[in-house]
C-alpha cells in the first residue's frame, strides 16, 4: 500500500507534465476547430465566399452568422495568442517527449526522432495557413505566419519546413495589393448575379430546410426576447408588492404602533395639511353663509373642523407609513432586478441583437420619428415641467421633501447631458449604420 502511493503521485505528475508540454498544440487545434467552423458556415450558406450580407437571407438570419462568426474569432484570436506565449517558453524539442520513447523508457534513434519532428512541424505550419486564410477575409491586417516570423524568429525557423534549392518562395508578410476597379467590376451587374444566386438558392433541395431551420432560429430568439422583457418587468414589479404587503408592512406597522407615532416625516407634509385645513375651513364658512335658513352654530363648525383633522391625521400617517415601506420595497425590487440582469447574462445577448434587428430594421422616416419624440420629451424646451413632476412624484413615494434647488438645478443640468449622449450617439453610430436615417432627421427637424 506505501509503494501503490508514491507511484501514482508520479503518474499524476507525469500527466501533468504532459498537459503542461501540450499547451501549444492543444491551444492551436482548437483555434484549428474554430477555424474549420468558419469554413463550414461559408461552404454551407455563402457559397464559399465571405460571410457577409445575402440577398438571399433575411436580417435575422445574418445577425445569427456574424453573431457565430464573432464567436468563433475571438476564440482564433484568444487561442493564437496562448499559442504563440507558450511557445515561447515551451522547448517544441519536449513537447511530444512521451509519444518518441519506447516501453522500455528508451528513446528513439535520431532519424525517426527528426521524421516525426519535421512532420510535426509540416502539419502545425499546415493549421497555421489555413488559420491565417480564414482571418485573412475579415481582418486583413492580422497574418499568423506574419506574427510568428516577426514576434519569434525561433519559433518560425522551427515551423519553417525544407526549402527546395530551386523552389520559389512566397512572401506571407507582404500586404495583398490593392485590386484595380476593373479587378473588382463583374461582367455582369450585381442585380442578376444576385438573381442568378436566388435562384440557386430555391432550387436547392436543401433551401426549405435552411429556411424553417432559420425561421425557427429567429422565433426562438423572439420568444427569449420577449420572455426576458416581461422578466424585467413583472419580477420587480411583483417583489415590490409582495415584499412591502406581506413582510415590510406588517413590520413597519408593527413598530409605529408600539412607539410614539410621527404623523409628518417632513415639514412640507405639515404644510399641505395646513393649507388643505384652511381651504376646508374657508368652504365651511362659505357654505354656511350661503345657506341662511340652516345656518351651523360656532360648536357644529367646530366639531366638524374636528372630524377633518382626524382625517387629515389619518391619511399623512397612511401617507408616512407608505413612504417608509416604499424605501424598503423598492431596495428588494432593484435587488430581483440585478439578480435578473446577472443570472441572465445569455439572455441579454440575444435581447441585445433583437433590439438591434428591431431599431436597425425601422425604416429611415420611423427612425427620425422615434428619435424625434424621444429628444423632443426628454430634451426639449417643454420637457422641463414633465422633469418637475416626474421629480415630485418621487420625492412624495419616499416621503421626502421637495427641494425646489435640487429639482431647478437638475432640470438646468440633465437634459442638457442627455441631449448631448443623443447627438453623440446620432454622430458617432447612427450616421455610421444609416447616413440617410440621420439626413431624414435633419430633414424633419428642419
Not at 26 to 48: C, P, Q, V, W
Not at 324 to 351: P, Q
Request: charged content about 25%; hydrophobic content about 40%.
Amino acid at each position: 500500500m506505501k509503494r501503490s502511493i508514491p507511484q501514482q503521485v508520479y503518474s499524476f505528475l507525469v500527466k501533468a507534465q504532459q498537459w503542461y508540454l501540450d499547451t501549444p498544440e492543444r491551444s492551436l487545434e482548437e483555434a484549428y476547430k474554430a477555424a474549420l467552423l468558419i469554413k463550414a458556415m461559408e461552404d454551407e450558406h455563402f457559397n464559399g465566399q465571405k460571410i457577409a450580407p445575402n440577398p438571399n437571407y433575411g436580417s435575422s438570419a445574418i445577425a445569427y452568422f456574424q453573431s457565430e462568426l464573432k464567436k468563433h474569432l475571438k476564440t482564433i484570436r484568444m487561442r493564437l495568442t496562448e499559442f504563440k506565449a507558450s511557445r515561447s517558453w515551451i522547448n517544441p524539442d519536449y513537447q511530444n517527449i512521451t509519444k518518441i520513447t519506447k516501453n522500455d523508457g528508451t528513446f528513439t534513434d535520431k532519424d525517426s526522432f527528426a521524421i516525426q519532428k519535421r512532420n510535426n512541424q509540416s502539419r502545425i505550419l499546415e493549421k497555421l495557413r489555413f488559420i491565417d486564410d480564414i482571418l485573412a477575409k475579415y481582418d486583413p491586417e492580422v497574418s499568423v505566419d506574419a506574427v510568428v516570423v516577426t514576434e519569434n524568429p525561433i519559433v518560425s525557423s522551427e515551423l519553417a519546413p525544407p526549402i527546395a534549392p530551386n523552389a520559389v518562395v512566397k512572401n506571407t508578410s507582404t500586404s495583398k495589393k490593392p485590386k484595380t476597379k476593373a479587378e473588382t467590376t463583374s461582367v455582369l451587374p450585381r442585380s442578376i448575379l444576385s438573381t442568378i444566386n436566388r435562384l440557386k438558392v430555391e432550387l436547392d433541395p436543401r433551401a426549405e430546410t435552411e429556411v424553417v431551420k432559420n425561421f425557427r432560429n429567429s422565433q426562438r430568439r423572439t420568444f427569449i426576447s420577449i420572455r426576458l422583457i416581461l422578466l424585467l418587468i413583472i419580477v420587480p414589479f411583483l417583489t415590490q408588492q409582495l415584499s412591502k404587503n406581506l413582510i415590510i408592512s406588517p413590520i413597519v406597522e408593527h413598530f409605529r404602533n408600539s412607539q410614539e407615532v410621527i404623523i409628518f416625516l417632513n415639514p412640507e407634509m405639515e404644510e399641505r395639511a395646513l393649507i388643505e385645513m384652511q381651504r376646508f375651513e374657508e368652504q365651511l364658512k362659505f357654505r354656511n353663509l350661503l345657506n341662511e335658513e340652516m345656518q351651523l352654530s360656532p360648536i357644529q363648525i367646530e366639531q366638524q373642523m374636528h372630524e377633518k383633522v382626524r382625517e387629515l391625521v389619518e391619511h399623512f400617517r397612511q401617507e408616512s407609513s407608505n413612504a417608509v415601506k416604499n424605501v424598503f420595497a423598492d431596495l428588494l425590487s432593484v435587488g430581483a432586478f440585478t439578480w435578473l440582469i446577472v443570472t441572465s447574462r445569455k439572455e441579454l445577448e440575444v435581447l441585445k441583437e433583437f433590439m438591434d434587428n428591431v431599431v436597425y430594421g425601422l425604416s429611415d422616416s420611423a427612425k427620425a420619428f422615434i428619435i424625434i419624440l424621444f429628444t423632443d420629451i426628454f430634451v426639449g424646451f417643454h420637457s422641463t415641467h414633465g422633469w418637475e413632476v416626474l421629480l415630485g412624484t418621487a420625492s412624495r413615494h419616499f416621503g421626502l421633501p421637495e427641494n425646489r434647488d435640487f429639482i431647478f438645478l437638475f432640470i438646468a443640468t440633465f437634459p442638457v447631458i442627455l441631449d448631448a449622449v443623443f447627438k453623440y450617439w446620432i454622430f458617432r453610430y447612427l450616421n455610421r449604420i444609416s447616413p440617410s436615417a440621420v439626413a431624414t432627421y435633419r430633414n424633419m427637424n428642419e
